[in-house]
């Protein structure tokens, strides 16, 4: 009977020290979940939701100007409805001027549309799209047809449509985070299988004359083609070089919404777009871009009259432009 007692002595000795260590372990979870909890440093900002409708709008609007070639009468409209829809939502906007030369055309008018919210604020996001349209059709099916201008509803429509939605959400949100959006002019004008040098004239030119000498971004994020049907958005080769942690971050944030159909961890080469000029400028910027990673090139309407209202997804264009606006609001509050 002694060792049978011994024994039950051990066990209960036992059973205490399993529940002390057992309450200790439950205190260093909870003290960890305090740490993680009290990361943010200020109170949780709740991420306003954007409208599709809204955005479906901002396209058609660009395609009823025509196309948004610099140097033509139907670009200078657009331009000027871009700074009015951007000036009625509170933004300060400034246009950089200066010339563009592609094809047969020498020294057109073309602008820099740049918006600021919260100037006084030293932490900062850039974001950004290209606003022109292309003159031409080369990869259009009907070879007659390849010598006209494309209206380019996804290219650039849909970058331009989700910077002033973004816009016109923190006119009804405030956010504790200053937002540069920059609407970049002859980016889409470039010769095929040329110097990559006739290509993001615009952002060429702001990265070598900022609007503000002292400009810092913490990081960019670029919308290009981020609305067409069947779209899906793999990880760009010059975004993971010089922007892969908030590339990375981003990419999880939009599958943890829910849109692993969309945002997908695919790897593809590195693209000549407005973000390589950004990046060199000193700004880590990302580019969300449309590139079909089955054919390993971009999607079928590029650079074809096939890129219309026709090709425009409600759905896409809403998700694409959702992601970044939770990424912002996340960044005030989060610091990603």
């Known amino acids: 009977m002694k060792s049978v007692s011994h024994i039950g002595n051990i066990n209960r000795l036992y059973m205490a020290f399993m529940v002390t260590l057992l309450i200790g372990l439950a205190s260093c979870r909870q003290d960890t979940a305090v740490v993680e909890d009290s990361k943010p440093t200020k109170a949780a900002v709740k991420v306003p939701a954007v409208n599709g409708d809204t955005l479906y709008s901002f396209v058609e609007k660009q395609l009823s100007f025509g196309h948004r070639i610099p140097g033509t009468a139907e670009h200078k409209a657009c331009r000027d409805w871009i700074i009015d829809k951007l000036e009625s939502y509170g933004a300060q906007t400034q246009v950089q001027e200066f010339k563009a030369s592609f094809y047969d055309v020498v020294d057109a008018d073309a602008y820099n549309i740049i918006a600021t919210f919260n100037p006084d604020k030293k932490h900062r996001v850039l974001l950004a799209a290209h606003w022109d349209s292309r003159m031409v059709a080369e990869k259009d099916p009907e070879q007659a047809k390849r010598d006209e201008a494309i209206m380019g509803a996804d290219d650039s429509g849909s970058g331009v449509a989700g910077l002033l939605e973004i816009a016109r959400v923190i006119s009804q949100n405030p956010i504790d985070l200053g937002i540069d959006l920059i609407f970049f002019d002859a980016e889409d004008n ?146 990603l």
């Open 190 to 335: 470039g010769t095929p299988n040329k110097n990559n040098k006739t290509w993001c004239l615009g952002s060429q030119y702001w990265a070598k004359n900022m609007h503000d000498p002292d400009y810092k971004a913490k990081f960019g994020i670029l919308l290009d083609m981020i609305g067409a049907k069947g779209a899906t958005f793999g990880k760009e080769g010059i975004s993971q070089r010089y922007a892969k942690r908030y590339h990375d971050k981003i990419w999880n944030l939009g599958q943890r919404m829910g849109y692993t159909d969309l945002f997908v961890d695919t790897p593809f080469g590195g693209i000549e777009d407005d973000h390589v000029y950004v990046n060199q400028a000193g700004i880590p910027m990302l580019d969300i871009i449309n590139y079909d990673l089955q054919t390993n090139k971009f999607a079928h309407y590029h650079h074809t009259h096939k890129d219309d209202i026709s090709v425009i997804d409600k759905r896409i264009l809403r998700v694409v432009t959702q992601v970044v606006t939770a990424a912002i609001y996340k960044e005030s509050t989060y610091h």
